[in-house]
T-cell receptor, first 116, second 111 residues
Framework: DTGVSQNPRHKITKRGQNVTFRCDPISEHNRLYWYRQTLGQGPEFLTYFQNEAQLEKSRLLSDRFSAERPKGSFSTLEIQRTEQGDSAMYLC??????????????FGEGSRLTVL | GDSVTQMEGPVTLSEEAFLTINCTYTATGYPSLFWYVQYPGEGLQLLLKATKADDKGSNKGFEATYRKETTSFHLEKGSVQVSDSAVYFCALKQGAQKLVFGQGTRLTINP
């Protein structure tokens, strides 16, 4: 399977704990995106990388959130001191450089976070 | 700011029925418009797109026309199948790197 892979698929944690999600994009894609989806809503943009450079961050990404893509391959999204409002599905997507022209993102199945 | 509004769901139809899922947008200028679909147990995937006014995107029997006058991009299919059961998201491209999605419409097709 050469699609976008996300782990873990579901994480339950207590408020105040730290969590980390991993995304493995399609291997030839140099762009990687994180989106967040809450219940009954569509995905909302959080941040994106071109290779290892984080080029844009949404104001939704508070200082408790940090994303990295150290070698331009997989990415991690860490949430520190989780709050109940962080409960959501965290989606990773990847694309080729021509996303600006095609608008095509390839999404993983997501990592669902539940904060108790 | 830019936004996308979809018709409320869920939508339930019988096989071979005609489908319309409404989508309207608010944006500066004329952004590219998309429909993404999420089948059960899978990630979102691009269904079709239109990049300028009056363009018609089509794929898998689905169609949508970019209507600048009504700021709409309604999704249609003449005869739905059980396999079309999924969640459908309308989206616009904001700038060069972001997609702004609507809230999604869950479609269930009964045999």
């Amino acid at each position: 399977d050469t699609g976008v892979s996300q782990n873990p698929r579901h994480k339950i944690t207590k408020r105040g704990q730290n969590v980390t999600f991993r995304c493995d994009p399609i291997s030839e894609h140099n762009r990687l995106y994180w989106y967040r989806q809450t219940l009954g809503q569509g995905p909302e943009f959080l941040t994106y990388f071109q290779n290892e450079a984080q080029l844009e961050k949404s104001r939704l990404l508070s200082d408790r959130f940090s994303a990295e893509r150290p070698k331009g391959s997989f990415s991690t999204l860490e949430i520190q001191r989780t709050e109940q409002g962080d409960s959501a599905m965290y989606l990773c997507a990847s694309s080729l450089t021509d996303f600006a022209a095609t608008g095509e993102l390839f999404f993983g199945e997501g990592s669902r976070l539940t904060v108790l | 700011g830019d936004s996308v509004t979809q018709m409320e769901g869920p939508v339930t139809l019988s096989e071979e029925a005609f489908l319309t899922i409404n989508c309207t947008y608010t944006a500066t200028g004329y952004p590219s418009l998309f429909w993404y679909v999420q089948y059960p147990g899978e990630g979102l995937q691009l269904l079709l797109k239109a990049t300028k006014a009056d363009d018609k995107g089509s794929n898998k029997g689905f169609e949508a026309t970019y209507r600048k006058e009504t700021t709409s991009f309604h999704l249609e299919k003449g005869s739905v199948q059980v396999s079309d059961s999924a969640v459908y998201f309308c989206a616009l491209k904001q700038g060069a790197q972001k997609l702004v999605f609507g809230q999604g419409t869950r479609l269930t097709i009964n045999p």
